[in-house]
């Protein structure tokens, strides 16, 4: 699949820019800065002018340190994201929300997709630390409990992370950069901090179409690297984790 960058229409790229703006301007002071620093070096090919064309986006990245993008034409299967994952490539949609579905969204569009998950995979720890999950995923297929310990640490890490790198709380989870809502949510409301900690991450169970009330706090990107090494050498154990909540 290819991303067919004729069929955007001029509202689609007045969207982006919206979006894009709009978000730019909310993350000011809560948003982690090795994330904030690598959608600057980003900005040649990701910026608020236009959607990205990902054929340039994938040129400018694969130079740098061999991840791309692969174009999926929603969810995927597991077994496809971990392989995909493992061999440096990052799954992405290609539509993006309409003016009306600003801040409402069933599915991940690319704005969620690009602009909350791609700037990280230029950081080099954290992309070692994606590489390295989706390896572990790609390893243990056929091991529910294996891939239920890894959706939660992606949950709470990838999606919902926050870091506290220089002192002071901020988020790098795309789930949050990517939606204006999420991000003042965290910083507005009454929400529980944990310490990043793997063996209390891979026991929380989550509902994902809840608004999250509990996250947890890294202090630095080798934190996760550290975490999917660790996971390896539970898994080698035996894996033992709370069971997911069924509804
Ligand atoms: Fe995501």
Redesign the pocket.
């Known amino acids: 699949m290819k991303q067919q960058y004729h069929k955007y229409t001029p509202e689609d790229q007045e969207v982006w820019n919206i979006l894009f703006e709009r978000q730019i301007q909310n993350l000011q002071g809560k948003c982690d800065v090795h994330y904030l620093r690598c959608l600057e070096s980003f900005a040649p090919v990701l910026n608020a002018e236009h959607i990205p064309a990902f054929e340039k986006v994938n040129e400018f990245m694969y130079s740098r340190n061999g991840w791309e993008i692969h174009v999926v034409p929603g969810l995927i299967s597991v077994e496809e994201f971990f392989s995909l994952l493992s061999e440096k490539k990052w799954c992405s949609s290609t539509w993006l929300r309409t003016k009306a579905q600003l801040d409402y969204l069933e599915e991940?569009d690319m704005f969620?997709?690009i602009f909350?998950?791609l700037p990280l995979l230029l950081d080099d720890v954290f992309a070692s630390f994606m590489e390295h999950f989706g390896k572990i995923g790609a390893n243990h297929l056929n091991e529910p409990i294996v891939l239920t310990a890894l959706q939660r640490l992606y949950w709470f890490t990838?999606?919902f992370g926050l870091s506290a790198i220089q002192g002071q709380e901020q988020i790098y989870g795309?789930?949050i950069i990517?939606s204006f809502g999420e991000t003042n949510h965290v910083f507005e409301n009454k929400i529980t901090k944990h310490p990043f900690d793997l063996d209390q991450v891979i026991n929380h169970a989550f509902v994902n179409n809840e608004i999250q009330m509990e996250y947890y706090v890294i202090q630095e990107f080798s934190d996760l690297y550290n975490a999917v090494e660790r996971l390896e050498a539970l898994i080698s154990e035996g894996l033992d984790i709370t069971p997911a909540i069924v509804r």
Do not use: F, I, K
Request: aromatic share 0%.
């Open positions: 991940p969620h997709d909350g998950h990838v999606e795309a789930g990517s």
